[in-house]
């Protein structure tokens, strides 16, 4: 509009010809003529009337067409926005529905283009285009909550907050845990399954750990468990592209309301436990799902009730039951490490590459995709689970190491060293079961010399300390280098010309 008074400026007020006003200006001369002409017809003239603005000028000078009498009907675009998010639901569907009420009604193109400019002046979130019942978008707000404990008034940790935002409806879950790890991460998942009572086709996290092991654009790696529970549910996992913030728009936005309508409403309480910020969570949730939108009809529940939970699939008959994916290579022992205990496996596979499956209540083992050991979950850390069916005895001529082979290479140190490494195998339910900690021992000779094991081994005897990692703090801490009879440092005497010694006294 700066131009256009300038054309009005130097045409009304200087009195220029209209070329030269083109050549001050920089646009053409038919530009100006016609600007000058809408100007007369306006009755304009310079100076302009006080108080005119841009929008006032655009109007007099080009005025919109008003609509007449017999004006075509204009489509409820509203409800065209929500019946497009519906599957397999075209603009061309919805243009001859409406062309039949409607037989005077705007033609294919005009009718793309007025919904495309309606479209236009809905807010970012709104108008990107889900089907129904296809994603999720999950993730975990920034912001945590602080729950304390009562007796004390410290922290106790930060509760994180779950968030879930269907893609359609923008129809709303979220809870909080007490870590972002991949159990909390799947329980949430499984919890906000059973809300919305169906499964999204697609679930779109965001790339943390607990969701992709790896970040990569084009091909992340899911996390196995992750993709265990999906394929449970029957649905597929496509995170969103690392940099990528359009990716997931959808629950950050999701991600903000729930910080501004419900974190925020709590800003001011103390919450005890986990139980109780939950079930003030719910609360504001289900306010937060019934708010009216602003420049669409209804709100997410109404919404998420037409759109999306007619489209989700089904539930399965039971629900997920966590389960962690690892693998491992068999010790010489034939037991594998989870969380700290040792479980048996046949012996024919010891150095082997193995698949570890593990829930709440069961350890599997799995070789090339055959289960091979099956144990119930113990979480005693440093114990073994240990069945009499996987143990060499039956085809000891495979077995590469055995109880006298470890005694004589331990003996190669000194006797010290011999002697707990026996006592190591014999405080075990089964010789093999100390296998492990006594080659680690063995390995520590290489980085601290047979003196100083030897000492070690002779102060874990003493104090009937029969582990590897006892062995390894009394090396650390420098305590085999103390006497054991009186825990004071052992310096051996010094000799030399000008020191006279004890002897000199008698």
């Not at 003239?45 to 007099?60: C, F, N, Y």
């Not at 995170?239 to 990528?244: F, Q």
């Not at 089964?430 to 000492?455: D, S, T």
Request: some cysteine; overall charge positive.
């Amino acid at each position: 509009m700066r131009k256009i008074r300038e054309v009005l400026r130097l045409a009304f007020g200087a009195g220029l010809e209209l070329r030269k006003i083109s050549r001050s200006i920089g646009i053409s001369h038919a530009t100006v003529s016609s600007y000058v002409a809408r100007a007369r017809a306006a009755d304009l003239s310079w100076p302009l009337p006080e108080g005119m603005d841009d929008t006032m000028l655009d109007r007099l000078l080009f005025p919109r067409l008003a609509p007449s009498g017999d004006a075509r009907p204009m489509p409820d675009w509203a409800y065209i926005h929500q019946e497009l998010r519906r599957k397999s639901v075209t603009k061309m569907l919805l243009w001859e529905e409406y062309k039949r009420s409607n037989p005077d009604g705007f033609q294919p193109s005009r009718f793309y283009e007025l919904y495309s400019e309606w479209a236009g002046k809905v807010d970012l979130v709104m108008r990107q285009d889900h089907r129904a019942g296809e994603k999720l978008f999950v993730d975990y707000a920034g912001q945590a909550v602080p729950i304390v404990d009562r007796r004390t008034g410290e922290i106790l940790f930060e509760a994180q907050i779950f968030v879930a935002v269907m893609g359609a409806s923008n129809y709303s879950y979220a809870e909080a845990t007490r870590t972002q790890t991949l159990p909390d991460w799947i329980s949430a998942h499984v919890r906000a399954f059973a809300f919305f009572g169906g499964v999204p086709e697609i679930l779109i996290p965001d790339n943390l750990k607990s969701g992709v092991s790896k970040a990569c654009r084009y091909e992340p790696d899911i996390n196995p468990t992750y993709h265990t529970m999906a394929a449970h549910y029957g649905t597929a996992v496509i995170p969103a592209r690392a940099r990528k913030p359009k990716d997931k728009a959808k629950v950050e936005g999701g991600v903000l309301l729930v910080e501004r309508w419900i974190l925020a409403a709590l800003r001011n309480q103390i919450f005890w436990s986990l139980v109780e910020l939950n079930e003030a969570i719910r609360g504001l949730l289900t306010r937060l799902n019934e708010r009216r939108f602003q420049k669409l009809p209804g709100n997410r529940r109404e919404m998420f009730e037409t759109l999306d939970r007619p489209a989700l699939l089904p539930l399965p008959t039971s629900s997920y039951t966590f389960e962690e994916w690892s693998y491992a290579r068999v010790g010489i022992d034939y037991h594998v490490e989870v969380d700290g205990h040792y479980y048996s496996v046949p012996y024919a596979l010891v150095k082997k590459k193995v698949d570890i499956r593990a829930t709440s209540a069961t350890v599997e083992v799995l070789f090339r995709g055959n289960r091979v050991a099956s144990h119930a979950r113990s979480f005693l850390r440093g114990k073994h689970t240990t069945l009499q069916e996987h143990m060499p005895s039956s085809h000891r001529r495979y077995a590469e190491w055995t109880p006298d082979r470890i005694r004589r290479w331990a003996g190669t140190v000194g006797p010290e060293t011999e002697g707990h490494v026996v006592a190591i195998m014999e405080h075990r339910t089964h010789p093999e079961q100390g296998f492990r900690a006594a080659l680690g021992i063995m390995r520590l000779f290489k980085q601290y010399g047979a003196q100083r094991m030897e000492a070690a081994c002779k102060r874990a005897s003493k104090y009937r300390i029969y582990s590897y990692k006892g062995v390894v703090n009394i090396l650390k801490t420098g305590a085999d280098k103390l006497d054991v009879r009186k825990n004071t440092p052992v310096v051996p005497p010094i000799v030399h010309d000008n020191i006279r010694g004890p002897g000199y006294y008698h």
